[in-house]
């Protein structure tokens, strides 16, 4: 086939996209108002939650959650060593300490024996990955938090409410994901999301914290504590204040800055209105990739199956007797050939940042195992079937090569 470029991962902004936001910028406010109130809105309606907090990341939406529920120094978070910086920088932000899991032998979920024996009675809160847009296995997190209730100490209110470990879900890769006929952000009491640029749903920079439907949970007043402590613990947001004579406010606490703007919830209501299209085109996407890397060697990620329904956010493959070495030159090679290639992820212990907390990679063998012969394909709706046929068809011919 004819050389083409491709990219890993471009937002898919459409004219409806643009015409949101310029109707936000013609309209004179832009920060936090009421496109991103009616975001925020149709996020829950979405998922099927009563409420919905935007903010500026998904790091700081789990880094804000973890502060709400008062975690901090002495406490301990449990996550998976095979994720992306931000799920355990949140962590360390809150001063908790970090504590590590393996994934699972041949699969990305965190091993849940492993996770079973690190709990202590020091560990607040367990942060799943739903890595590639896959929901963890949440029901067996929670009859392990159940096998350990007896040794949860609880502080502050939230924690007292509960009464266990808390589950964060951090869901940066599967907004719109399903199991058992119930979307990601019902599953876990905590989600976390990202619209990053590269994700399926983007606000160009933003995310998003829900909470599952709970009787327990005064869903306003944690709405306003979310409220609170991403605009800097003032009492009154800036849209109340701009009204005319209520200018006058309070800082109840020295808190965070992390809400989400009206620019970037513009971007993000448009998008969410074609957004069940974009997962059937994502969907066709991977069962199109599975169908021309059929082979013994390639071991893609499994997005679907009888309970699960994968937001289908990124194209993992594992190379069978492909050490890092070759894996580094198979990336290196199809970008030659125009196809840009990632990496998900390289390990936690393998970072600097996190060798020097004391983390050593011999620690997590499935994690090191996993990642030496990972490559992540391009996944995107701007892909076509032929572009999806030449990436499969240089990969194909490039590993052959090697193996010759």
Not at 144 to 170: C, P, T, W, Y
Not at 338 to 347: E, F, L, R, S, T
Request: contains cysteine; glycine residues 6%.
């Amino acid at each position: 086939m004819n050389y083409r470029e491709i990219s890993f991962s471009p937002p898919n902004i459409q004219e409806e996209d643009i015409e949101q936001v310029v109707n936000v910028l013609k309209s004179g406010w832009i920060t936090t108002g009421p496109v991103t109130k009616q975001f925020e809105k149709e996020l829950a309606n979405y998922i099927g939650n009563s409420k919905v907090v935007g903010l500026s990341s998904c790091t700081a939406a789990l880094e804000m959650t973890l502060r709400i529920l008062g975690i901090g120094e002495g406490d301990e978070v449990i996550v998976p060593a095979y994720t992306y910086t931000a799920t355990a920088a949140a962590v360390h932000h809150t001063g908790a300490k970090i504590v590590m899991v393996d994934i699972q032998q041949d699969n990305y979920e965190m091993d849940y024996n492993s996770l079973f024996e690190k709990i202590t009675s020091n560990t607040k809160a367990i942060i799943p990955v739903d890595i590639a847009g896959i929901p963890c296995d949440y029901k067996k997190i929670y009859e392990i938090i159940e096998d350990k209730r007896h040794m949860f100490k609880s502080q502050g209110e939230l924690q007292n409410l509960f009464n266990r470990i808390i589950i964060v879900a951090d869901a940066a890769h599967s907004f719109g994901a399903e199991c058992d006929g119930m979307k990601t952000g019902r599953f876990a009491d905590f989600t976390c999301f990202s619209f990053h640029a590269v994700k399926n749903l983007t606000t160009g920079e933003g995310g998003a914290v829900t909470w599952k439907n709970n009787p327990l949970l005064d869903d306003e007043k944690i709405y306003k504590q979310f409220m609170l402590h991403s605009l800097h613990g003032q009492s009154k947001d800036a849209l109340s204040k701009s009204k005319a004579g209520q200018w006058e406010y309070d800082i109840v606490a020295p808190l965070y800055k992390a809400n989400m703007t009206d620019i970037q919830a513009a971007i993000g209501y448009s998008q969410l209105k074609r957004y069940d299209k974009t997962l059937k085109r994502r969907e066709e996407i991977i069962n199109l990739y599975n169908k021309c890397l059929s082979s013994e060697h390639i071991i893609p990620i499994q997005h679907f199956d009888n309970k699960r329904k994968s937001s289908g956010h990124l194209y993992i493959v594992n190379l069978e007797g492909i050490d890092k070495d070759k894996r580094d030159l198979i990336i290196e090679k199809m970008s030659e050939n125009g196809i840009a290639c990632n990496v998900h992820y390289k390990p936690l212990p393998l970072l600097t940042a996190y060798k020097e907390l004391g983390f050593v990679i011999k620690h997590y063998p499935n994690s090191l195992k996993m990642f030496q012969n990972e490559i992540t394909l391009p996944l995107h709706t701007k892909l076509t079937d032929d572009d999806i046929h030449y990436i499969s068809e240089t990969l194909l011919g490039i590993i052959k090569e090697l193996r010759n």
